[in-house]
């Protein structure tokens, strides 16, 4: 049965009723032990699929609470609607220098994101008058979707550098009465203060484990559509939650043959992997010592160890490239194989392979909806900077590439711009 350990001395069990809730700024950094290999049938329902890992992750939860929460939460947000969908380009004509690969959106909506995932059923697995917290965007955004009436969500972020269409969505939120938001430049440091005083509050980031069940379950669907026997799954740094998803979904016996994770040259993470000393945030140093457990099988205590374990090993392969190529990559998927990347997916799509084991594919994990950055694509596409941002750039895009803009997009058309306040801690007193 699964268990939980810390992984600085891979002894001290923690009850699974807190390792699951646990996030960056927590003392103990868990993970799940003895974990059995599943079998799944390739006619198995998302809600069956889920229901199955929610069993494994959480054995002492009870079990009919556990369905309630996953069918009332994969009916509200996804109904029949696939945990992933994969995509198979035409090479017929494309003379491409590195093996060829597929991607698989984690599903098949252009109204959704992997957010959207990753919170699936955290609400109502949660305590109803649960308050959450959190510093992410995108979560902010699918969690302030999907709470339940009596739950509150109190959000921090950092609006510089955000897409237009997510302040939008931000903005929209703000018109929710359990939802309240603020900005603060350094909303890590602002939710520790805040949860130091509420210790009752939940944080809710990338590291939380019960974000990461869904993304396993969106593995599963993944695999059983591959045609080879197994998959290389190629995965942006930036989400590195879905890494050690994909690491979990290993372990419990699908068929991952390795996980590579492509890593922006210039950036804090390629530094540190690179033994450089650097500056990393809580969720990511978190998530990188967690993964160097896993594959070390030993305790995990210093930033040397972690650097180590994860250049030692041979499952996770973390490949540095250049930003610099992502307009001419987003070009050459959407010329060439008539499909739209926005720039995480086309930066990852960088770090395929050039030789790949027989009997194995590449698969791209596309997880950010493009409609989130649609000027990058554009930039991509046309070459030029022309300043055409949010709502103005999905329609040119419409036009360029055809695809009817998300309904979620269209109806934040009508949504106006409101001024978010500055986190102040003495609010919360």
Request: zero cysteines; aromatic letters at 6%; a negative charge.
């Amino acid at each position: 049965m699964t268990k939980y350990i810390n992984v600085t001395d891979l002894t001290t069990v923690i009850p699974a009723a807190n390792a699951v809730w646990q996030a960056a700024n927590t003392q103990q950094v868990s993970i799940p032990t003895d974990l059995a290999p599943l079998t799944f049938e390739q006619d198995l329902t998302p809600v069956a699929v889920l229901q199955k890992l929610y069993t494994e992750f959480l054995p002492d939860l009870d079990q009919a609470h556990t369905t309630t929460a996953v069918e009332t939460a994969t009916q509200a947000i996804f109904k029949d609607k696939a945990l992933s969908q994969f995509v198979t380009p035409d090479y017929t004509e494309v003379d491409h220098p590195q093996t060829q690969f597929n991607f698989s959106e984690l599903f098949n909506s252009p109204t959704m994101t992997s957010a959207d995932l990753a919170t699936l059923a955290i609400t109502h697995l949660a305590a109803t008058t649960q308050t959450f917290v959190a510093t992410d965007p995108e979560l902010l955004i699918s969690l302030g979707q999907t709470l339940l009436a009596d739950q509150k969500l109190i959000g921090i972020y950092d609006e510089r550098q955000l897409p237009t269409i997510l302040k939008t969505e931000l903005a929209e939120l703000q018109d929710h009465d359990n939802v309240a938001l603020y900005l603060d430049d350094q909303p890590t440091v602002a939710a520790n203060h805040l949860l130091t005083s509420h210790p009752e509050y939940r944080l809710i980031d990338q590291t939380v484990l019960l974000t990461q069940i869904p993304l396993i379950a969106a593995l599963v669907n993944l695999t059983n559509q591959a045609q080879a026997d197994a998959v290389n799954l190629v995965i942006p740094g930036t989400k590195l939650n879905a890494v050690l998803a994909a690491l979990y979904a290993r372990q419990l016996g699908l068929p991952i043959a390795k996980i590579i994770v492509a890593v922006a040259a210039e950036s804090d993470l390629a530094a540190f992997i690179n033994g450089e000393a650097t500056e990393l945030t809580p969720e990511i140093k978190v998530n990188l010592q967690r993964l160097a457990a896993l594959v070390a099988d030993k305790p995990i205590n210093t930033d040397a160890e972690i650097v180590t374990a994860l250049q030692q090993t041979d499952i996770l392969d973390f490949v540095p490239v250049d930003r610099t190529e992502v307009a001419a990559e987003i070009r050459f998927l959407q010329t060439k194989l008539d499909y739209t990347a926005g720039l995480e997916t086309a930066l990852t799509t960088l770090a395929v392979p050039e030789v790949t084991a027989t009997a194995t594919e590449n698969v791209v994990l596309a997880l950010i909806d493009p409609y989130v950055t649609p000027e990058t694509i554009l930039r991509g596409l046309t070459g030029r900077n022309d300043g055409k941002t949010g709502f103005e750039a999905v329609q040119i895009l419409r036009q360029i590439v055809g695809a009817k803009p998300a309904r979620l997009i269209t109806h934040l058309k009508g949504v106006k711009a409101v001024e978010t306040p500055k986190f102040a801690e003495q609010d919360f007193k």
